[in-house]
């Protein structure tokens, strides 16, 4: 900050031990050293609020350029899916075309035959029908397959 050599701090002392006197020339030395030490503590805060507004500064440049590079990506993509969407928009509409067409030609043939196919007779499945069945029928012991009915725990 300052630029003093040893000869000038002497030529000071002198001056000082001349003015002030011996008796106050250590209280005004530590007066002044108190008063240096403040100013020293003075520019180092200032310095330091400088540096933190650059940051900032620089900070605030950032994030400008961080949003306007999300909103160009955001516009991109926008117009990407826009794109794609008019795509498959008219992939849609020239696939119903071709359809059309193609059910066009077909439209001599009955539709809901094909669709609903005619009731047709069940057929027969191997077993004769001829005999009516009664559900109360009894089976004969001969053609029981069953082995006989055995006592349980319960029942014993």
Known sequence: MFDFGISELMII???GLIVIGPE???RAARTLGHVFGRMQRYVTEIKA??????????LRKL????KEAAQEIEESVSKQVN???DEVKQAETETRKSVE???KPAAGINLMHSLNPPDYPEEASGESSS?????????KESDSDAPPPTKT????
């Open 13 to 15: 002392a002198v001056v």
């Open 24 to 26: 106050r020339l250590p």
């Open 49 to 58: 609020d400088i540096n933190r507004e650059v940051e900032l500064d620089e």
């Open 63 to 66: 994030q400008t350029s961080m």
């Open 83 to 85: 794109f794609i969407e």
């Open 101 to 103: 067409e193609a059910v």
């Open 131 to 139: 005999e009516p069945v009664d559900a109360q029928q009894t089976p």
């Open 153 to 156: 725990d319960n029942q014993a």
